[in-house]
């Protein structure tokens, strides 16, 4: 069963009956309630299957929507906090993963740190290291240690038990990667507050409302949820995952098939059943979100020319062709010419190991790429302000048969790179894989 779905995810409400603080608190655990909803939006291909026509995502019936879940059992652990920019930011902070909301009994074994977010929001309500003061900002960093949403627990009329659908994350989702997260204080003191997560999920879809598990699906690449106005922890805000171009692809979990993609995700504090309809009045909202990043579901073309290929056994970057902005300098004045000229070249970067860090070995001119019209370019460009963009990376899929190293496919991803100044390196800015 292939199947492209956008699921528009909506967790509102981690209900504390602990203490709240007007600094950040130490490490500890957050135990909590959570009461959320999903939405999931097919593609064509999943369409067709279940005959809905030929033209999801993009039509009304291509959408799912669930009935409102609940989890009384959500743990959250954080971090001691640390200044943003320090070394326990760079080199990695203890997350406490069993106490309470004002000790901690026992760490994770891996450590959180800044290079471990994938993903950080890019749409505006999360600034990292606002206003330029990094090393004045506290913050802390957070992990799920689990969560369970479903409909089967004891519930009354405002969230009543008719579907098997769910969402797990952290030990509910052990085959998954950890959720982790970071509350930031916006100034010098530490609140307000902005605070994000990459969130990593199982989620088991019931299309039919049968009491019976028709799908479960999964997420390669993290979703982001973020939130710009913390004023306590824990706080009383709702996590939103508005659109933005952060679209994690979700996979059949039985096939490994790409069925869609994330476009709309919030997570509230303080929510229950007795919330309800002011969680469906927010879910309301976050819908005209989700319908206006529609025209961003479309799968990067992969026929197309000069695509980078990334080797992951000698974490070689070749990039084929890059567009290069350049401002050259013309004119016997010395000024430079105000209109941008693009200049292909080629070349290759290497992985720095256990960093996101991609160091230079090769660049120089290309040969302009020949046209075909029937072709499209996927060339990465690279502009003024340090940014390579690679909009097609294919990476091989190896496997070993009879002890011989053997290609069986090609994964698919698109990446943002980050020229560090003075230096020949780039850093990572995101990666997502792409259908």
């Not at 009461?35 to 097919?42: H, Q, S, V, W, Y």
């Not at 959408?63 to 959500?74: A, C, N, Q």
């Not at 890059?322 to 200049?343: A, N, Q, S, W």
């Given at each position: 069963m292939k199947k492209h779905l956008v699921i528009p995810f909506v967790y509102i409400g981690l209900s504390i009956p602990f203490a709240t603080w007007a600094a950040f608190p130490g490490a500890g655990v957050d135990r909590t309630t959570s009461?959320?909803?999903?939405?999931?939006?097919?593609n064509q291909e999943m369409g067709q299957q279940l005959g809905l026509g030929n033209n999801c995502p993009f039509e009304a019936q291509?959408?799912?929507?669930?009935?409102?879940?609940?989890?009384?059992?959500?743990?959250?652990?954080?971090s001691e906090p640390h200044k943003d920019a320090d070394s326990?930011?760079?080199?990695?902070?203890?997350?406490?993963?069993?106490?309470?909301?004002?000790?901690?009994?026992?760490?994770?074994?891996?450590?959180?740190?800044?290079?471990?977010?994938?993903?950080?929001?890019?749409?505006?309500?999360?600034?990292?290291?606002?206003?330029?003061?990094?090393?004045?900002?506290?913050?802390?960093?957070?992990?799920?240690?689990?969560?369970?949403?479903t409909r089967h627990e004891k519930q009354d009329d405002r969230c009543p038990n008719s579907s098997a659908s769910a969402v797990r994350a952290g030990s509910a989702a052990p085959n998954q990667p950890r959720s982790i997260g970071e509350v930031e204080s916006k100034g010098t003191t530490d609140f307000p507050a902005e605070s994000f997560f990459n969130v990593f999920v199982e989620v088991d879809i019931d299309w039919d409302m049968d009491l019976g598990v028709d799908i479960t699906v999964f997420n390669k690449t993290p979703l982001v949820i973020q939130n710009d106005n913390l004023d306590k922890l824990p706080p009383q805000v709702v996590y939103k995952h508005d659109g933005g171009d952060n679209h994690p692809a979700v996979y059949?979990?039985?096939?490994?098939?790409?069925?869609?993609?994330v476009t709309l995700a919030g997570h509230g504090v303080g929510f229950n059943c007795g919330d309800a309809i002011q969680f469906q009045n927010i879910w309301q909202g976050m819908l005209q979100t989700e319908k206006d990043q529609l025209t961003k579901?479309?799968?990067v073309k992969k026929e197309c020319e000069g695509g980078a290929t990334y080797t992951a056994s000698d974490g070689v970057l070749d990039l084929p062709f890059?567009?290069?902005?350049?401002?050259?300098?013309?004119?016997?004045?010395?000024?430079?010419?105000?209109?941008?000229?693009?200049?292909p070249v080629k070349g290759h970067l290497k992985m720095i190991p256990n960093t996101t860090l991609f160091e230079i070995m090769d660049m120089e001119l290309a040969s302009p790429a020949p046209i075909n019209p029937s072709v499209p370019p996927c060339h990465a460009s690279y502009d003024l302000d340090g940014k390579l963009k690679v909009p097609l990376v294919n990476m091989p899929v190896v496997t070993v048969i009879n002890g011989i190293p053997v290609t069986v496919g090609k994964e698919h991803f698109k990446a943002t790179l980050e020229k560090i100044q003075s230096s020949d390196l780039f850093r990572i800015v995101k990666v997502r894989q792409v259908p």
């Open positions: 009461l959320g909803k999903f939405g999931i939006r097919l291509c959408f799912f929507e669930s009935p409102v879940l609940i989890d009384s059992k959500t743990l959250i652990g954080r326990t930011d760079i080199n990695g902070a203890e997350v406490c993963i069993d106490g309470d909301p004002t000790s901690c009994n026992t760490y994770a074994t891996d450590l959180v740190k800044d290079a471990d977010f994938t993903e950080v929001p890019d749409t505006g309500k999360f600034n990292e290291g606002p206003n330029g003061t990094q090393l004045e900002v506290q913050e802390i960093h957070t992990q799920i240690i689990q969560f369970n949403m059949d979990k039985n096939t490994g098939k790409h069925i869609g993609w579901l479309e799968p890059v567009d290069m902005v350049t401002v050259p300098i013309l004119g016997g004045f010395g000024r430079p010419v105000l209109k941008e000229i693009i200049v």
